[in-house]
């Protein structure tokens, strides 16, 4: 008897009163994920997966010769030594390799078919919004899942039932956590993760090590939902796993044990100790038959590699040679016919709908509204940028605390413009790391086919204007007056514009770079550097006009030039200032632009930027550079995502 183990879902028996029952009748009535199948066999047949060296050329086989089935309503583990290959073999199973390094057949009810029409994949990262509660997560998963014919209700309803079955009730409504607020446990967040990643209830599901990380009461916990939800919904389930303890072991159904890509035992997992003993390898009294196994097949720290080849090579020939092997291929065999002509199998094989449950407005819709909850709640990745513009605003208001109209205040003025653009749209890399733990979801969500990367792209360029907006607004409103820049509501508001427009192509070029490169330290170098770059390039430091020929291409494409320019531009014109007057005679000035012979007590923000060369600048067309620039990056960035594989 496997041990009580606190928060152990409840195992459902068919027919027991569950809200999922409600789900089951929307599956049948609206799902066509699977062609309207009830259940989905799969099995495979010499099955081989090669790589070739790119320095050697040697062909190298990964997997080979594979072959085993699994029936709806069971579990089969994938187990074997670290480096075995179970990852590759799981990837292969679920169609996530290319092709051109696959060989071997796979059938769905017995015939050939798209296993992703069918399948999810649940990674081994527990993407979800970590401020975002349990029920929440699931919700927006299932909002994203169900066709627009599904109700609310329902859809609510079916939420409710898959946290029942994997025995979330009691958490649904606490939040996942982060680093700064203490969230569910690590078997309850993994439950939650794959709940929402099987919401749909898809036929086939591959688990990529569910149990990595966690104890072995979570383990079981984590493995008991799965079963359960395996049986009940004949669902049919392969899952790769490291060294389940006793109890989890005796959840599976099927064992498929692996030993340097090549089959060392495939069958029911009861009788996988029998098997061994008949090769001599009797487990011993009291042991984990999951350690025992793979204890035995292990010859990676044998000292003499002839020998561990050797070893290894008698596990797969004795397989090979064994009943259990014939057994297995006659069933698949039979598997084959007894679907042959099959009307749903031929469902399964030909859709060709979209694969998407809902539209490209709906998806960006619901994708809005999840960045925006993500977004309200997450103190650091939103509030503390606020305050920290805030206090900046604060910092500068008082330090260039109106500045004035006299001749020496010209350079403090372009100083104060130049730190607004710079500084502000420099510190938007803090946006990083929401976006990195927001990627892990997309790739999950996409891999598993929730939504396509337009309306990601769309739902995260939509959800950053309001938030730029306000950053800009607040520190407007805070440094404008202080500074004493240019007096009236018209001339604040396009200071405001065109900061708004330096940060949203700040934040585009950020979310690109950490496209490319999701790693935070090195996506925070690279952005770090290119605005760094840009302030070299922007015309304050050096003269525009003095910028060499070569660094000319880098001013124009500078969203900090356009954004700078199109501030003092605002800022100067319309402003008069005082020149200097002379002391030895009170009549003559010392003017350092405009008028210069010495006559003339004032000159206008004209004259400065005339005499800087600032002369053409308009501020639509300025305007129009910087959406321009944000939509190229924009752009760049959903090319990025469209080119990286759904799964590195
Ligand atoms: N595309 C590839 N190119 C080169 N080697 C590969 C490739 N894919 C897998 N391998 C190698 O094949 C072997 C099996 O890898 P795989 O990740 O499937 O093993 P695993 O059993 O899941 O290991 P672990 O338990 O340590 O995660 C490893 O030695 C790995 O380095």
Redesign the pocket.
Known sequence: MPPEYPETPVVYAPGDEIMSDISLKIEKDTLSSSGGVESVSLAWQDLS?T?TNSKTKEK?H??QDVSGFVKPGEVMAIM????????????LLAGRKDPKSVSGQMYLNGRPGEIKYVSTYVMQDDALMGVLTVRENIQFAADLCFPSAVSAADKRARVQGIIEEFGLDRVADSKIGTVFVRGVSGGEKRRASIASQVITLPKVIFLD?PTTGLDSAAAYNVMKAIVSMARRHKLTVIA?I?QPSTETYELFDKLCL?GR?RTLYMGSREAALSYFEGLGHVCPAYSNPADHFLRLVNSDFMADKTKAQEHISNFISSFESSQANTTMKNEIISLIEQHKGDEDTRKISSRTTNRYARNFFAQTGILVARSFKNAMRNVLMFWIRVAMYVCLALLMGSTWWQVGFKQENIQDRFSAHFFSVAFLAFMSVAGIPGFLEERLVFQRERANGFYSVGPYVLANTIISIPFVFIIALSFTVVAYPMIGLNAGFEHATLFCVFLFLALIVAESMVVFIAAIIPIFVAALTIAAFANGFFMVVEGYFVRRDAIPKGWKWAHYIDYQKWAFEGIIQNDFIGLTFDCRQMPENTTMYSCYYGDKTGNSATFTGKDVLDDFGYTEINLVLWALALIGLMLVLRFGFYLVLRMKRARN
């Open positions: 997966f790589i190298q990964i997997i074997g030594p670290s480096g075995a290959g179970k990852s590759t073999l799981l990837d090590e790769s490291h692996i890509g």
